[in-house]
């Protein structure tokens, strides 16, 4: 049984995240290492004697804001009954075709978002001997130290969310050793360098936009150096003979009016009179302040072997368990150094940072909400980084108002609709091209994470003035467009496509378009329930309430195939590639909890042979989002090992020398494996829910642990309910758990299959231990 007794004694001190460090210079984007500050972003590779640091901003978009209704076909809203009825009437090839010709998108100025150019250090030394850099999650600051000429060279990089800029420190052991030259090089859009570090361009390129549309850019570095001399040309900073320097670089666009030479002479000044001590210290107090509320030790550390290796060795079988607990707290970091309560836009495809793939590729380096973008933020509320979810919600604010156009005038209905993809200005209309294009509960899935952020921290002023509105019509779009099903009475969502998947109608034709997706029954389902929990926690729109109810007594249940698989269509079809990467059917798994071990086991069940069917096809398209969501999934199942399975590999094969997750060259048309922030992000929240998930309702302790982490301990996760727990465990078995409530209430903690009921009180911490 478990017993509940008052919390004794001050809260354990929370360890340091980690470090990923190296002993050579990154030679490839995928060795170098990422700072950011929410805006603005740097991958630095550490060389010498030549640095190098990529530099990236998150409003560096080509393309531009175009009339809502100019991206719909004129004809979607004439052709919408007619492709329905086809459906229904199980004239699938034809009903493709019409949709083809008449329910897609077009995208003139969409638009991506464009890496800047890199800003290249070149030092005059000798033979390079001593090499250490590294990267500290607990502080954000970046370090490269090695010996030439006998002198001992160090060099700090940082990216400051106070200060808004990029800073780099670079001191000697020798008096008067400081000498390179700074210069911005390898633009892949147009413009000019002025005196200095210095560079003026508009970000624009033909692939995705107009060729003639984008932000302007302003890039400026300020150098200032301790002794030698500075000379400042056109393109270039030279110093020569310095003690020590200081490198200050800041980005301004025109995002949403701004000016972006006065943001970056702003931004300067106030960098320079600060001075960099001042700059540092509000950096590591601002980032750390975030990274230390969550530590993770799993037993294991050996930070004695460089990270590149110890991802050598776990991809050859060898045991590491500190290096996935480092690879926890490096997808937090990457939260904390992508995405920050001010940011102007949410975490894209690439995060923050832009390796120029994805951008001159044909899916974009955008926003993909078949998956991707919800996945980035999966580990915000749980490894307590609540306020880093915020830039989504105000982009949802944004992606609702274009979404309203679209409902009305393709879908004749009210509330906002979202589809498959979209861009900074809230491109809502469906995609280009059928396979992926008609996904018609991308935005419906991506507002679950405004009811998800309250149900974690009960903020009344944010449901009331940020996500009821946003909720309330996804839902008002959800119950026009829900369709009785002529031969059940039931109600299913269509024309559109399971993410991004085909099907084999009756027929033999490839099919995609279909009514009664499961994914569409999994997210209409969740807006409408969290619209009405919204509503009657705010005490309003008690008819939407009751509308609501009768609705969700009518949604078409999820069904078991003839393979015993959870079946991902209305009807059984043949999946056309039974190893693609997509399950977006078992969301009703995860991230929702429609389908759980408990409640729906022969559901559950059928979920995991879908997974094993998936994985045991030929040809499985093992990526990195994939990798995370099954451990995600398994987690969910409540089979630690399973997930632990899919974790390891996520790590060992899936991610690169610097950690950093990827979508393996050949899917998707991927020529080479591209960066993707959604793998590092995945796997963060499946560690996290290995070790505590949680409903309104419910804690449940340690409810998927593998059998290979008998000791270890967590402290600082979240749970719903404003609830943060610290959990100690010993030979596999729960040691002992504190409760830091933040809210009064009832709820129940739950440890294999024992329920304990308690009565919280808000600020009140509460151990839990149990009893044979």
């Known amino acids: 049984m478990l017993i509940a007794s008052p919390a004794a004694g001050p809260r354990s001190q929370v360890v340091p995240a980690g470090t990923l460090w190296y002993d050579r210079p990154g030679e490839r984007w995928f060795e170098a290492l990422p700072v950011g500050n929410g805006r603005l972003g740097g991958m630095v590779y550490g060389g010498a004697p030549a640095e190098r640091i990529d530099l990236s901003e998150s409003t560096v978009w080509s393309g531009g804001p175009s009339p809502w209704t100019a991206d719909l076909s004129p004809t979607a809203r004439e052709q919408l009954p007619n492709v329905r009825k086809l459906l229904f009437a199980g004239e699938y090839a034809q009903a493709q075709q019409l949709a083809g010709e008449h329910l897609l998108g077009t995208r003139a100025s969409f638009g991506t978002n464009l890496p800047l150019p890199y800003l290249s250090l070149t030092f005059d030394h000798g033979s390079v001997t001593n090499y250490r850099r590294a990267l500290d999650l607990d502080t954000g600051l970046a370090s490269v130290s090695y010996e030439a000429d006998e002198v001992r060279f160090t060099r700090e990089v940082l990216a400051s969310h106070p200060h808004g800029i990029i800073a780099v420190q670079l001191t000697a052991s020798r008096p008067g050793a400081i000498s390179f030259t700074a210069r911005l090089d390898g633009s892949v859009f147009p413009g000019t360098t002025g005196t200095g570090i210095a560079f003026s361009g508009k970000a624009v390129e033909s692939l995705h936009s107009d060729g003639s549309t984008g932000a302007l850019v302003e890039v400026r570095g300020h150098v200032e150096a301790s002794g030698g001399t500075t000379t400042l040309t056109e393109g270039r900073c030279e110093v020569v003979g310095a003690d020590s320097a200081v490198l200050f670089v800041a980005v301004g666009t025109d995002w949403d009016s701004a000016d972006p030479v006065r943001q970056v002479s702003e931004l300067l000044v106030a960098a320079v009179e600060a001075g960099y001590d001042e700059v540092r210290a ?460 933040a809210q009064s209430g009832q709820h129940s903690v739950r440890y294999g299959n024992h329920i304990l009921d308690l009565d919280l009180t808000g600020q009140e911490p509460i151990t839990i231990t149990v009893q044979d």
């Open 282 to 741: 509000a950096h590591v107090d601002d980032h750390s302040g975030l990274m230390r509320r969550v530590s993770l030790d799993l037993g294991g550390e050996r930070d004695d072997v460089p990270t590149d290796r110890r991802r050598e060795g776990l991809a050859s079988g060898e045991r590491d368990d500190g290096l996935l607990a480092l690879y926890f707290q490096y997808g937090r970091y990457l939260t904390v150094a992508g995405s920050r309560a001010d940011s102007p836009l949410p975490l894209a495809l690439q995060g923050l940072w832009n390796d120029g793939l994805a951008s001159s590729a044909s899916w974009s380096n955008d926003f993909h909400l078949d998956i991707n973008t919800q996945q980035n933020y999966w580990a915000a509320e749980s490894t307590n980084l609540a306020e880093c979810h915020t830039p989504l919600f105000s982009f949802l604010e944004r992606l609702g108002a274009s979404g309203r156009s679209t409902a009305t005038q393709m879908y004749d209905t009210p509330g906002w609709v979202a589809h498959t993809v979209t861009d900074a200005w809230g491109y809502s209309a469906p995609g280009t091209a059928l396979g992926w294009g008609l996904n018609v509960t991308g935005g419906a899935w991506l507002a679950t994470h405004l009811w998800e952020h309250y149900e974690y921290g009960g903020d009344l002023a944010f449901l009331r003035d940020v996500a009821y509105p946003v909720l309330r019509d996804a839902a008002l779009f959800q119950l026009a467009y829900l369709t009785e099903d002529p031969a059940t009475g039931n109600l299913v969502g269509g024309p559109s496509e399971s993410p991004e998947n085909w099907y084999v109608a009756p027929d033999g034709s490839r099919c995609s378009v279909a009514m009664g997706n499961t994914v569409d029954t999994v997210f209409a389902t969740a807006i409408l329930r969290d619209c009405s929990a919204a509503a009657e926690v705010l005490g309003v729109d008690a008819e939407l309430q009751q509308r609501i109810t009768a609705a969700l007594t009518r949604m078409t249940p999820y069904r078991v195939g003839r393979h015993g698989q959870l079946q991902e269509w209305l009807h059984d079809f043949e999946e056309a590639d039974p190893a693609h990467r997509h399950t977006s059917h078992l969301c009703a798994l995860y991230p929702e909890r429609q389908i759980t071990p408990r409640s729906t086991p022969e559901l559950a069940r059928a979920a995991e042979v879908t997974i094993e069917r998936r994985q045991s096809a030929d040809g499985w398209e093992q990526t990195e989002w994939v990798e995370a969501n099954f451990a995600l999934f398994y987690a969910r199942l409540l089979q630690g090992d399973q997930a632990l399975v899919h974790l390891i590999s996520l790590v060992a094969d899936a991610s690169e020398a610097n950690l950093l997750s990827y979508s393996v060259g050949g899917v998707a048309g991927a020529a080479q494996n591209i960066y993707s922030f959604d793998g590092n992000a995945g796997g963060t929240a499946a560690v996290a829910e290995l070790l505590v998930q949680s409903d309104p309702t419910e804690l449940e302790l340690l409810p998927a642990l593998p059998t290979s982490w008998p000791n270890g301990s967590v402290h600082g996760l979240r749970a719903r309910a404003g609830l943060t727990v610290d959990i100690t465990w010993t030979d596999g078995r729960l040691a002992h758990a504190t409760i830091h409530p």
